[in-house]
């Protein structure tokens, strides 16, 4: 949720034309197809936008990319297989033998702490008849799969398969769980679904932030982006539009506040605006109102950052607190919001506190998510094909067009 309203432009941008996005070439990939645009239409469909256009001339990505099919599956193909996507909290794997399962496009994951305290992320699919694996979250101390019960450890080597004497050409140890990369930076854990094996100074954090948030990784951990804050729970919402909808929401510059969040609009020092653009992440930041309710003001604090992470990741930070957004793909005109919240430890047993903000979290979650729905209806109907952007407050939300055309090209 983007909350505030844009006063000045910090210059301290970096060409989306400049960017390096990860080579899918660069390693071999034996989980993916690399898509391809041989499909003229398609290739025609990422072209619709024109990176190169100023903000003032430029138009709007078109329509097909919020609803075709097609561009999404190109869309996880090339933003989403490649590069490090964070996938959840360090808070679900913080002891050995803690797991939690997802999904990111077709692919089914595990991540998973074994019992020597080391991370692993595995393809949750089983090495058999491909049923799914684990399910949910929780803590295990191997996998057992419920088809027809072959048992992996936690580092994912097969340690049982049933019933298989007689079985020629059979290698135990070539039937683990497939490795995907995993790292962590702060509370996020990132999973790298492009490479095959990372050179182990790739999975150094130092490593992750320098290509995850370029620049931005300092300016995010001096302004309170960190790991010592506890966390507290998590809200999901499944909403009914294409999650580059979502996205746009959040970087609009704060354009929507003042309009569909009347209530969060009182809290916040509108004028104190700013908004600062490096390579693949954008950040907001406002004063919190100091001439306004002590509710209001203890929640927002006296400054929020509002820090957004190409392709699907933004990081709130605001008083005491710290919200995560993130946004996953379910289909073209699908998406879920995950959130997580972690406050301040001081405040974790002050349940009033607590109750109040998270009410007011969900209020602006539940305006967002009717805006969200009722932008992807308007961009199914044949009224309209592409808008405009408001200058002089939307400079992130071209920024992440200008991202996701270099992204689609190559
Ligand atoms: S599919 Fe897993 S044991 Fe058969
Ligand atoms: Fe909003």
Redesign the pocket.
């Known amino acids: 949720m983007m909350t505030t309203m844009l006063k000045s432009f910090v210059p301290h941008m970096v060409p989306p034309q400049n960017l390096n996005f990860p080579n899918k070439h660069r390693h071999s990939s034996r989980i993916f197809v690399v898509s391809s645009l041989c499909n003229p239409n398609l290739a025609r469909l990422v072209e619709q936008f024109n990176p190169k256009l100023p903000l003032e001339k430029a138009m709007t990505p078109p329509t097909s990319w919020y609803t075709d099919p097609a561009f999404f599956q190109l869309e996880l193909d090339r933003v989403f297989y490649r590069g490090w996507q964070v996938v959840g909290s360090t808070e679900q794997i913080k002891k050995p033998l803690d797991f939690f399962t997802g999904r990111l496009g077709n692919v089914e994951f595990v991540v998973c702490q074994d019992e020597n305290g080391k991370l692993h992320a595995f393809h949750n699919v ?6 799914l ?1 684990a399910s949910g979250s929780g803590r295990k101390s191997c996998f057992v ?6 048992t992996y450890g936690l580092n994912g080597a097969l340690l049982k ?2 019933r298989i004497a007689g079985i020629q050409d059979f290698n135990v140890n070539e039937f683990g769980l497939k490795p995907i990369n995993v790292a962590t930076w702060g509370p996020f854990v990132l999973l790298n679904l492009d490479r095959e094996n990372l050179l182990p100074e790739e999975f150094d954090s130092h490593n992750v932030a320098k290509e995850w948030l370029g620049s931005s990784s300092e300016i995010l951990s001096t302004n309170g982006v960190h790991s010592s804050l506890s966390y507290l729970c998590r809200r999901e919402y499944t909403i009914e539009c294409n999650w580059k909808v979502f996205c746009d929401n959040y970087l609009d510059g704060g354009y929507h506040v003042p309009y569909a969040h009347k209530g969060l609009a009182s809290g916040l020092n509108l004028d104190s605006y700013s908004i600062t653009m490096f390579e693949r992440v954008s950040i907001q930041s406002c004063q919190g109102s100091s001439g306004k309710s002590l509710e209001n003001y203890d929640r927002v604090g006296t400054n929020a950052i509002y820090a957004f992470i190409y392709p699907n990741f933004m990081i709130n930070r605001y008083g005491p607190w710290m919200d995560t957004n993130l946004v996953v793909p379910i289909g073209p005109n699908k998406c879920q919001a995950v959130f997580d919240y972690y406050l301040e430890h001081s405040l974790v047993d002050d349940k009033d506190f607590i109750e109040r903000s998270l009410e007011d979290s969900e209020r602006v979650q539940i305006e967002d998510i009717v805006l969200c729905e009722g932008v992807q209806k308007g961009l199914e109907s044949p009224a309209y094909s592409v808008g405009r952007y408001a200058p002089t407050v939307e400079q992130a939300m071209h920024h992440f067009h200008c991202l996701l055309s270099e992204n689609m090209r190559k």
Do not use: D
């Open positions: 089983c090495r058999h008849h491909a049923s694996l799969c419920p088809y027809h019960g072959w398969a049933n």
